[in-house]
């Protein structure tokens, strides 16, 4: 079983930083593919930023040069870095893995933290 545990989220005026942090725990070898993706209220969930095993990353078009994502492959963890916030990243922000299993692969969603942006 994997865990993914968010952290991070908070209230920020606009223009302000955050950084999120996904960690994870469990039986985990290899992670595929991490990535945060982000739920405002009435709206789909979409893709923020995701990054693979080797580094490469890929990002919303809208979110370029604002927001950027790492990880730490010893320590299994997502960062997404958030400057020059505005009220419209007021959303839930999830974390996804996605990894090889003894099943095949295993697709992991952690419980999301808020960020609201204030103006």
């Known amino acids: 079983q994997v865990q993914l545990v968010e952290s991070g989220g908070g209230l920020v005026q606009a223009g302000g930083s955050l950084r999120l942090s996904c960690a994870t725990s469990g039986s985990i070898f290899s992670i595929n593919y991490m990535g945060w993706y982000r739920q405002a209220p009435g709206k789909q969930r979409e893709l923020v930023a995701a990054i693979t095993s080797g580094g490469s990353t890929n990002y919303a078009d809208s979110l370029k040069g604002r927001f950027t994502i790492s990880r730490d492959n010893a320590k299994n963890t997502l960062y997404l870095q958030m400057n020059s916030l505005k009220p419209e990243d007021t959303a839930v922000y999830y974390c996804?893995?996605?990894?090889?299993?003894?099943?095949?692969?295993?697709?992991?969603w952690g419980q999301g933290t808020q960020v609201t942006v204030s103006t």
């Open positions: 996804r893995v996605v990894l090889p299993t003894k099943a095949g692969v295993g697709d992991y």
